[in-house]
C-alpha cells in the first residue's frame, strides 16, 4: 500500500499529456506488481518455502485488545506511579503553612527534646593543651504538631539539604573549642518526620573538648573529661533537654586513639545554670579514662631507681680511690638531673608537684647523699691523718729524751718530742691513728680536738681505739668515721626500700 501511494504522488507532480510521465507511471505499477506478488504468495503458503525469503521475516499481525483487558494495565500504572505525586501534595501541604522560625508548642508549653548519642571515635587526649576529640552521631527528637499528616505513609526522611525548612533545637557543646560538620559526600544530617509529628534529627559532628586535668597523682591518674550541651536561646521554660533510658552506644570496634589511657565508663548528670539570659537546662556526659602505668614506669621510675642504685657503688670503693668515688657521684646528681627535665618536657606547667616529681626527687636526693658522704668521709679522715715524723727531732751527740708536759686544758693536745730513732718504726705504723700534727698522750681522760673539726664533730665522732676508752664518750651515740662506709651500706638501701613501699602504698590507695 506504501509503495502505490508513493506511485501516486509521483505522477501527480509529473506535467498532464506527458507521455513520457506516463510510460514511467505504468513502469513503475508493473514493478510494484511484481514484487507484491511473493509476499502474497508468502502469506498464502504457496510460494517457496520460509528458508527461500532473505531478511526478515514477516511477522503475523498482532491481536488487538479489548477495552476490558487494557482497562486493569491502565489502572495499575496508575497506582504505581500515583505515590510520588502523593507524597508531593503531602509535603506541599505540610510545609505550606510553616513557620520554622518558631518552636513546637509557643506559648503553651515548653518543647521536649530527648537526646541520644553515638561514639564513633574517642580520643586523642592531649594533655599540654588539656584538651581531647570526639566524633559523635548526634540524635534529638521532638514533637510538632504542625507536621502531621494523614496517609499510607509512615515518614518521610528528608535530607540535609532540606534541614532548612524545619525548625530545630539551637543546640551547642558548652565546653568545645572547635566543631567540624561533616560534608562528605552531602551533610551529614538528616531529618525522618513521621505522621504523628515526631520529628527525628541526627547530624555527625567531631568535637574538639577542653577537658581539665588534675595531675596530682600522676601518672597512677585518672580523669573525666566532660562533654555538656544547652540550648543557645532558649531558656528552662521554652525547652527542655531529657534523656529517655540513658544509654550511650559506643563502637567499641572502632580504633580508639586513647594511647596512654583506658576507657573505664561513661556518667550523665542533668542540671539547670542560671545566667543572665535565664535558667537554662545544662546535659553533661563525662567519659572517665584512667592512665596506662606501663609507659611511664618505663621511661622514669625505672631510670630513676637504678641510678640511685648506682650511686651505692662508691661505699665498695676504697676511699683513697677519690677520682673514681668523686665521678660516679657527679655522674649520678647529673643523671637525676636529666630525667627530673625530661619528665616535664611533654607535661602542663602546672604549680604543684605531681607523684612522678615526688619520686624522682627523693632518688636526687639518695644520689647526692652519696656524694656528700664522700666528701664527709674524706674531710674527716684527711684531718685526722698524722704526718709522717714532723714532731721528731733529731739530735746526734746524745741520745736525750725530752718530754714537754702540756697545762691540761680540755681542748689541749699532748706531744712528744722525740730524740730517738728508736719511735720512727711506731710512727710509720699509726697511719690510721689519732689526728694530731704528732702522735696522742696515751692518757685517756685527756680527747684531743682538730683544728679543722667543728666542736659538734668532736662531740659525736671519734676514731679507732679512742673511741672505746674516751671517758666523754660514755652514754652517747658515736660513729666509727672509718665505718662511715659500712654504714652508708646498710643504711641507704634499707632507707630506700622502705620509701618505696610507703610511696607505692600512699599512691595506690589515694
Not at 505550606?96 to 503553651?108: Q, S
Not at 530545630?168 to 558548652?174: L, N
Not at 730517738?420 to 699509726?430: H, I, K, L, P, Q
Request: charged share 20%.
Amino acid at each position: 500500500m506504501l509503495w502505490v501511494a508513493d506511485l501516486f504522488t509521483l505522477s501527480q507532480e509529473a506535467p498532464a499529456g506527458s507521455a513520457q510521465s506516463g510510460g514511467q507511471r505504468f513502469t513503475c505499477l508493473f514493478l510494484c506488481s511484481s514484487i507484491e506478488g511473493p509476499q502474497v504468495e508468502s502469506e498464502e503458503g504457496s510460494s517457496a518455502s520460509d528458508d527461500e525469503v532473505y531478511g526478515p521475516k514477516p511477522q503475523p499481525p498482532e491481536k488487538e485488545l479489548s477495552s476490558e483487558e487494557i482497562k486493569p494495565t491502565a489502572v495499575g500504572t496508575h497506582e504505581k506511579r500515583g505515590k510520588m505525586p502523593t507524597a508531593t501534595e503531602i509535603l506541599d501541604g505540610i510545609f505550606h503553612n510553616y513557620d520554622y522560625k518558631l518552636r513546637p508548642g509557643i506559648g503553651e508549653r515548653p518543647t521536649v527534646v530527648t537526646v541520644e548519642l553515638s561514639v564513633n571515635t574517642l580520643g586523642p587526649l592531649s594533655i599540654m593543651d588539656m584538651e581531647y576529640t570526639i566524633d559523635i552521631t548526634f540524635c534529638q527528637t521532638w514533637y510538632d504538631e504542625r507536621l502531621r499528616f494523614n496517609g499510607s505513609f509512615e515518614s518521610f526522611v528528608l535530607s540535609g539539604n532540606l534541614v532548612s525548612l524545619l525548625w530545630v533545637p539551637d543546640t551547642f557543646f558548652r565546653n568545645s573549642k572547635r566543631t567540624h560538620e561533616h560534608s562528605i559526600t552531602m551533610p551529614n544530617q538528616m531529618v525522618r518526620i513521621h505522621k504523628d509529628g515526631k520529628v527525628l534529627y541526627t547530624i555527625r559532628m567531631t568535637i574538639e573538648a577542653g577537658c581539665s586535668l588534675h595531675m596530682l597523682k600522676f601518672p597512677m591518674d585518672s580523669h573525666s573529661c566532660p562533654l555538656s550541651f544547652s540550648s543557645f536561646s532558649y531558656p528552662e521554660n521554652d525547652l527542655i533537654y531529657e534523656w529517655e533510658n540513658f544509654t550511650l552506644k559506643i563502637n567499641e570496634s572502632n580504633s580508639w586513639k586513647l594511647f596512654q589511657f583506658d576507657f573505664t565508663g561513661v556518667s550523665n548528670t542533668t542540671e539547670t545554670v542560671t545566667t543572665l539570659a535565664g535558667d537554662f537546662v545544662v546535659m553533661t556526659l563525662y567519659f572517665n579514662v584512667s592512665r596506662r602505668f606501663g609507659f611511664v614506669a618505663f621511661h622514669n621510675y625505672v631510670p630513676s631507681s637504678v641510678t640511685t642504685m648506682v650511686s651505692w657503688i662508691s661505699f665498695w670503693i676504697k676511699k683513697e680511690s677519690a677520682p673514681a668515688r668523686t665521678s660516679l657521684g657527679i655522674t649520678s646528681v647529673l643523671t637525676m638531673t636529666t630525667l627530673g627535665t625530661f619528665s616535664r618536657k611533654n607535661f602542663p606547667r602546672v604549680s604543684y608537684i605531681t607523684a612522678l616529681d615526688f619520686y624522682i626527687a627523693i632518688c636526687f636526693v639518695f644520689c647526692f647523699c652519696a656524694l656528700m658522704e664522700f666528701a664527709v668521709l674524706n674531710f674527716l679522715t684527711y684531718n685526722r691523718t698524722a704526718p709522717r715524723g714532723s714532731p721528731i727531732l733529731r739530735h746526734p751527740r746524745a741520745p736525750i729524751r725530752v718530754r714537754i708536759p702540756v697545762i691540761e686544758h680540755p681542748e689541749a693536745f699532748v706531744c712528744d718530742i722525740e730524740d730517738s730513732e728508736e719511735e720512727e718504726a711506731g710512727e710509720s705504723e699509726e697511719d690510721e691513728g689519732p689526728s694530731c700534727p704528732a702522735r696522742q698522750a696515751a692518757r685517756p681522760s685527756r680527747p684531743r680536738r682538730s683544728a679543722g673539726c667543728s666542736r659538734w664533730c668532736d662531740k659525736y665522732c671519734c676514731m679507732v681505739p679512742t673511741c672505746d676508752a674516751s671517758s666523754w664518750q660514755q652514754g652517747r651515740l658515736f660513729i666509727h668515721v672509718y665505718r662511715l662506709d659500712n654504714y652508708s651500706r646498710v643504711i641507704f638501701p634499707v632507707t630506700f626500700f622502705f620509701f618505696n613501699v610507703i610511696y607505692w602504698l600512699v599512691c595506690l590507695n589515694l
